[in-house]
Structures are given as C-alpha cells and as structure tokens.
C-alpha cells in the first residue's frame, strides 16, 4: 500500500482548493500565475506586445438526468420544500424573490414551470448549491438571507408605487446624490445639479422601467432602494462637477508604486493602474463574496484571455487577466447590470468595458498585481 506523506497531502488539499475558489479551475502550467517572491518578473518593453485570442474552452453540455437517476436532492438526502409542478403563493413568493436577484423575468405566475426551475438551477448554480432546479431548505434559507419578502402586490403583479422621496421639483444635497448614482450606471449624463428637472425624471423612469418598478419617473423608497444597492456613494467632488485631477497615488499601497502594477483595494472597491509610482487609470471593481473570497496578497499576472468564458461557471469573462490560480481580473456584464447587489466567485469585477478594453491593451504578462483590504 502506498503511503502519502504528511506534507504532500497538505499540498494536495491546497491545490484542490486553489483550483476550486476561483472562477477558473487553476491552471497547470508553467506559465501559472504565481505570487511574487522577493522582486517581481520585469517586463522587457513599456508596450504591450500582440496578443493572440484564445479560444474559449467550452465543457460538453450537462447529461440530463433521467427517470431512473436520483436527483441531487435525493442524493443528499434533501428533501424538496417546493419543485417542478408545485403551485400556489409559496411559488409566488419564490418566483418574485428571484426576480429581485435578476434570475426569474416576467410574470409572477404561482405555477412552478420550466422557468422557474431554470432560474433556481441558476441561482443554485452561482451559491455552490446543488444544481437541481428544486428548492430544498438550503437552497431556500440562502435566498431568503439574499432578498426582501414581497408585497402581496408585488407577487399578484399589482405593482404600486410607494409615496414619493424625490420628484419633480425637488432640490438639495440628496438630488445631487441621486444623480451621481445614476451617471455611475449610465442613466444620467447631464451636469450634476441640485435640482430635480426633466432630465433627472426621465433619467429615474427609464431605471425604474428596465427593473420592474413603477414607472413614475419620482423616487420611492423601493428605487432608491434598487439604485443604492447598485451603485456606489459618489464622493463630494462626483456631487459638485468637480474635474477630477490626474490620479492620485495617497492611499495606494506602497508595494505598487514600483514597475507596473494592478493596484487592487476593497476598502475603497478601486482598481488603480499604476506604472513607475504614476496612476493611469481608475476603475470601480467588485470582488468575491463570503463563500469564495477573493484571494489578498502580492501576485503577478501569469497569463491574459481576450475572449474568455469559464470552464466552470460557462459564463463569458471577456478580458480575463489571470493573477492567483483561478481568479482573474475580467470584465463582468453582471456587474454592469447590477452594480454591488452581486458578487463574483472569486474574481475582481469592472463594469466599465471601454476601461478595461484599454488596460487589458497595456498589462503584460508578469505585471505585477497587489490586492490588498
């Protein structure tokens, strides 16, 4: 019988973990991302020599499981608390809490369709749940913790808007706020202003239209609600039109202020790229949540996928810079979407494509990446 020696098996169970809290499987060659050790690899030239597409890896499609096959409920031994065929206001209920995490779209039915089941396999899928379209108490007990319980409007599709915190003529402080919040989504493009105008209100209703609310074009409770958690607090100079200065380097952490570098914080939710203690280029980014952190630490960029789509997840990670196994600097559509109101596996999320189209043109292999809370 072969024996495995203490230390080798605490290598292995490292890499089995690597590999699986990322957004990629880590990969296994010479060229893996590494963290950095006393100095970090120096890049032979300041641009970036062409880089070649890769191709997305794509896995076979999912077997179905058959009549005679236990599902993964059954597996565990998990009973389902509600699954394909169920109807009734519990459904409702479920149906809608999806919808506010953007997995259910259309009309709160009651009746657990092919629809339904495909949104909780999706949401079970992004939780590291068992994938088997069928609610059982976990899979429940996380999208509770996850959601706020719906009106009774809410789930029979009488959507009433709630009384009015901002609206048409309104001024101060918390307009500015508002239009601030909007701009960092791409809803509002005018001058920020104290004043609550025409712009501001067709800003709001086309928010509240792309998200199921009440299109009033006034804020209520639920729209502040929505935009707050997909956005950011905007800084008094966002609020006040103020021309941002060149970036600035206070605040950054001094292991990026020599060579090139991906300077990541999560305090501030900031990427800044810095090249020989200079900032080029700032980027708001989300990060991995409770379940699959993303990893802190001095790393280097082992290698960069124009057209990436996960191996794991099968979603698309266009401009993928890989740092530390599995996880990558990408751009996240979701994010984009939603704002802070999701997280990634792992991963360091942009939202501004145009931003990381041009960084993913000027990082090199070997550039330094430094993530730090």
Avoid at 17 to 40: F, H, R
Avoid at 220 to 227: C, K, N, P
Avoid at 318 to 325: D, L, R, T
Wanted: hydrophobic residues 35%; positive net charge; contains cysteine.
């Amino acid at each position: 019988m072969t024996m495995i020696r203490p230390v080798a098996f605490v290598a292995l169970l490292a890499g089995v973990a690597l590999a699986v809290s990322g957004c990629e499987p880590a990969p296994m060659t010479s060229s893996q991302a590494k963290p950095l050790g006393i100095s970090a690899p120096s890049p032979a030239a300041t641009s970036p020599a062409p880089i070649a597409k890769s191709k997305p890896i794509v896995r076979s499609p999912v077997r179905p499981v058959t009549t005679t096959e236990k599902t993964g409920a059954e597996k565990t031994g998990a009973p389902a608390l509600m699954s394909k065929g169920d109807s009734g206001t519990k459904v409702r209920e479920l149906q809608h809490r999806l919808r506010q995490l953007n997995w259910f779209e259309g009309t709160i039915t009651g009746n657990y369709g092919g629809t339904t089941v495909t949104a909780v396999r999706g949401f079970q899928a992004k939780r590291m749940l068992q994938p088997t379209g069928a609610v059982d108490a976990r899979t429940w007990s996380t999208l509770v913790a996850m959601t706020r319980k719906p009106t009774s409007d809410e789930m029979t599709n009488r959507l009433v808007a709630g009384p009015a915190i901002l609206k048409l003529g309104s001024s101060g402080d918390r307009v500015r706020n508002l239009q601030a919040r909007l701009r960092q989504i791409g809803w509002y493009s005018g001058k920020i202003t104290d004043f609550y105008g025409s712009a501001t209100l067709t800003a709001v209703s086309g928010f509240q239209g792309r998200r199921a609310i009440p299109v009033t074009g006034e804020v209520d409770q639920r729209t502040w609600d929505r935009l707050v958690s997909m956005s950011r607090a905007p800084t008094s100079d966002e609020m006040h039109n103020v021309v941002p200065k060149p970036a600035s380097s206070s605040g950054l952490d001094a292991r990026c202020m020599t060579g090139r570098s991906l300077c990541i914080s999560k305090r501030t939710n900031t990427l800044v790229w810095v090249v020989d203690g200079k900032p080029k280029l700032r980027l708001d980014v989300r990060f991995g949540s409770y379940e699959t952190p993303t990893r802190e630490g001095a790393f280097a960029i082992g290698w960069k996928s124009e057209e990436h789509v996960s191996t794991i997840y099968h979603t698309p990670m266009p401009y993928a810079m890989f740092f530390s196994g599995g996880q990558a600097v990408h751009y996240s559509a979701d994010f984009a979407e939603r704002g802070y109101a999701g997280a990634s596996h792992g991963c360091v999320n942009v939202r501004n494509l145009n931003g990381i189209r041009w960084l993913f043109s000027q990082v090199q292999v070997g550039d330094k990446v430094v993530v730090y809370s």
